[in-house]
């Protein structure tokens, strides 16, 4: 059947479009053009410093693929992505437990645990990077005097000492963020059904594994989706604790790119690396905005 | 009735809150101790003598102020421009029916996932190209990238959660869309609006990347970049005008955590988590 | 005061028709109700008639005016929403006021309106007050202010009553039809509630899949179903259907099915012999003598009267309702008459066509007829 818009119908959707307009030009500009653009350049060799290159096709491409340091990198970026997201979820979900239990003060330590992650990573990484001193650290002060270490420990210049350092501060920022989801789910499953559990006999942790568990499965998926994308595009955290070192050992992929844009020069490389990791988390994102397209339609 | 579980559950409880806030805490000691007693074994937990020598010499003999001063024009100018923005922006994706929006609405979330370090490069070539690089407008600019994309997805979220039929009524009274967004809406929006104004404001705040390859000039630094340099550019590494400052870098923080957490918590329940 | 017509209104969303070509033409002054399950269509019907959606085809007119161009705000209505949408931050003042000071009344004009409206639904005290200060009958009236304050043509109500209790409810049918009747406007009534139909319209348009199924006054909709779904769908309890066959001797047609077998008639000239159904009300059912043999099943006393539920040899299951002194225990025996008179005949399928002819002497009239004879009272408070 051909549709007649009304006047007023018409009408509208032209206000509609009208108020999206600023919000297309600026995605176009800054967005979608770059996106477009990253692709294009990583078929080119461009020196940075001069800005000149010259088409090379699919040989940036190639090169990555055989190179070590794509698969180190990657290696480390699922290595962080995975170790500091578990730790996360298990900091996050325990302490979220535990905040919802009517603590002391409970608002204030609330706002304790939630800092970390609003602070900028800068200042985190400030305060650590100070936390873990090799000669004043209070750290290394502490390990020594429970009698853990003999001497004081370097935190960020060995391995695997660096990669555990920096998964862990990871962990410590932003952990908050599975602390908040988490304890908004859990005040929002009626109590009701405790009751009718405890009612049938259900101990603590029975409650736990048969109620809180199955109703916290729908925001976990969902933390762990965006928390898995963030964690996989971090940049400022590792590059401020550990620039990548000891000996490319922490270098992510987000890494990568930076060194080969802006110390190696190579910005067509550089580009490169950046599609591939694009397309690696396309798998995530893809799953994530289904998921999110799904809860829409119902 | 106190029972011995329940003050050891909340003794438990506080010492796992306080050792996740512990580096802070150490953070603000260190700023008000005076050099010497910074390399004390053992340290000292409170100080023996308060000072605020860091933070006086933080003021008047580093560029701190000037960082600072960057760092509130550049968060302000993003919040502002990607606030109103978004503002418009979700009020059409929400409330307007036309060819392309839901496409448009998973672009933008598409958007909001997408890592800076694929942008960061055409964008900085953009920029160079532009002449306008090394300014504090090329970061507003480059900052609408992640920011304008989170505070659409956010708002958009506060949108949907206004009933239809409020607009519907103002519109039967005799109001027009604009007017009826004005009347009815703009109102019921506001918490969802400064709720998002924050979150734009502290990312832009705390952003580094960006600043890191677009600025290179003490004038437009802002304070991720440029308290982070003088970490770098220091031979000896005062740790105590280091921690003075990012105390002072947090304090726009601390005030917003103090006054107005709850428009933080209302966002994260509308777009970090449900999506 | 305008009528209101709609011109073969469809309304598609995507693939789905919510409305397949509608034509209904309310009178000037008229109280229509659009009655039916939910998903039937009729607050879409509504909503394209307040211009909050579009018809995807057809014309709607309001007086004299094809309307499907205007906005909401040009088309001389108002509108009672079921979740009322007071604005929150507004006053109980500022939200009556709200449609004056959109169409430029001056303050002082605007607050003796809003002050006059008040006190016709008794909200002068609250006027300060924001609308989640309220009870929700309250509420209910301060949406219903909000219309009333203008004078516009027609009045459009969305379930207005369906969030208030039951007692309150009853006591808003009374005050409703009572503002009908002074304000004399055209009013289109949406509801679920067969009650709220019945008792408060001139007229009720039965829908149900986006299909008009009658447009009748309320006691010829329950004595006269145009079809078996209007029939199955009005009254409480239901009218009994019974599936069986028609059959035609000598200009005589009977129906059949397991168990009974009765005469009825006359039908129009659409009957045919073959699948039709039996429709009979519960007050017609007689329990004593009779040609019908059944077998008391359920017996529910509501107090003035009491709804038996019999099963028949067939069986099938036949609604009763006698008054309070008679009852049958569980299981008895009973005779029954099923008055063929009132009996209904209904072609086969769930939207079968009634095939009794009508009454020779109309037994039925609009309840009232809104017209001159109507006193036309001032405006409640807007003059």
Known sequence: MSRQKTLLERRYAALGLTLIAPTVLIFSAVIVYPLFSAIYLSFYNVFTPTLEGEWVGLSNYAELLQSGKFWNALKNTLIWTIGSLSLQLIFGIGMALVLHQNIWFRSLARSLILFPYFISTVVAVLVWKWLFNDLYGILNHLLMKVGIIDFPMDFLGTMPNAMISVIMVGAWKYFPFVVIAVLARLQSIPDALYEAAKIDGAGPIARFFDITLPQLRDVLVVIVMLRAIWDFKEFDLIFLLTGGGPLNDTQTLPLLVYQEAFALNDMGMASAYAVVMMLIMLVFMIVYIRRTKDDEGS | MLTFRKILFNLMAWSIVLAVAFPLFWMLVTSVKPGFELFRRPPTILPETWTFEHYWKLLSETNFLIYFRNSIILSSATTLVVVAVATLGAFSLVRFKYRGRESLAFLVLFTYLLPSVVLIIPLYLLLVGLGVSNTIFSLVIAYTTFALPYALWLLRSFMAGIPEDLESAALCDGATRMGAFRDVILPQLLPGIISTALFTFILSWNEYLYALVLVNSDSSRPLTTGVMNMLISSFNIEWSLLMAASVMMSVPLIIVFAFLQSYLTRGFGAGGVKG | ?383
């Not at chain 3, 002082?108 to 002068?124: F, G, M, P, S």
């Not at chain 3, 059949?256 to 006359?266: F, H, K, T």
Request: aromatic content about 6%; overall charge neutral; charged content about 20%.
């Open chain 3, 1 to 383: 005061m305008a009528e209101v017509v709609f011109s073969k209104v469809q309304k598609k969303f995507g693939a789905f028709t919510a409305v397949h070509g509608l034509d209904l033409s309310i009178a000037e002054g008229e109280f229509v109700s659009l009655l039916g399950p939910s998903g039937c269509g009729k607050t879409t019907t509504l909503r394209m008639l307040a211009g909050l959606e579009f018809p995807s085809s057809g014309d709607i007119q309001i007086g004299d005016r094809v309307v499907n161009d205007l906005a909401p705000g040009q088309r001389d209505i108002a509108m009672v929403f079921q979740s009322y949408a007071l604005y929150p931050h507004l006053t109980v003042g500022d939200n009556i006021g709200y449609p004056l000071k959109k169409r430029g009344v001056g303050k002082a004009e605007r607050l003796a309106a809003v002050a006059k409206t008040a006190e016709l639904l008794q909200l002068t005290e609250l006027l300060k007050r924001k609308p989640r200060q309220l009870s929700g009958g309250q509420q209910q009236r301060v949406a219903l202010g909000r219309a009333l304050v203008r004078d516009p043509q027609v009045f459009l109500l969305d379930e207005p009553l369906s969030n208030l209790d039951a007692k309150l409810r009853g006591y808003m049918r009374v005050e409703l039809v009572e503002l009908h009747r002074r304000l004399g406007r055209t009013m289109v009534y949406v509801t679920h509630d067969q009650l709220e139909a019945m008792t408060m319209s001139d007229r009720i348009a039965v829908m149900e899949g986006g299909k008009l199924q009658q447009f009748a006054p309320p006691a010829q909709v329950y004595a006269e179903p145009a079809n078996r779904f209007v029939a199955s769908f009005i009254g409480t309890p239901g009218m009994t259907l019974i599936d069986g066959d028609l059959s035609q001797t000598g200009g005589v047609w009977t129906f059949n099915a397991p168990g009974l077998s009765m005469p009825v008639g006359p039908l129009t000239d659409e009957a045919t012999a073959g699948p039709a159904c039996l429709g009979v009300r519960p007050e017609h059912v007689s329990i004593g003598t009779g040609p019908v043999q059944g077998v008391i099943q359920v017996v529910e006393k509501t107090g003035h009267e009491n709804i038996v539920i019999i099963g028949l040899e067939g069986g099938h299951r036949l609604t009763g309702r006698v008054p309070a002194p008679q009852s049958w225990s569980i299981g008895e025996s009973v005779q029954l008459t099923l008055e063929a008179e009132h009996a209904h005949i209904f072609g086969a399928g769930p939207h079968g066509a009634r095939l009794n002819r009508p009454h020779e002497t109309a037994p039925l009239k609009t309840k009232h007829n809104p017209d001159k004879t109507k006193p036309k009272l001032q405006k409640a408070a807007n003059e």
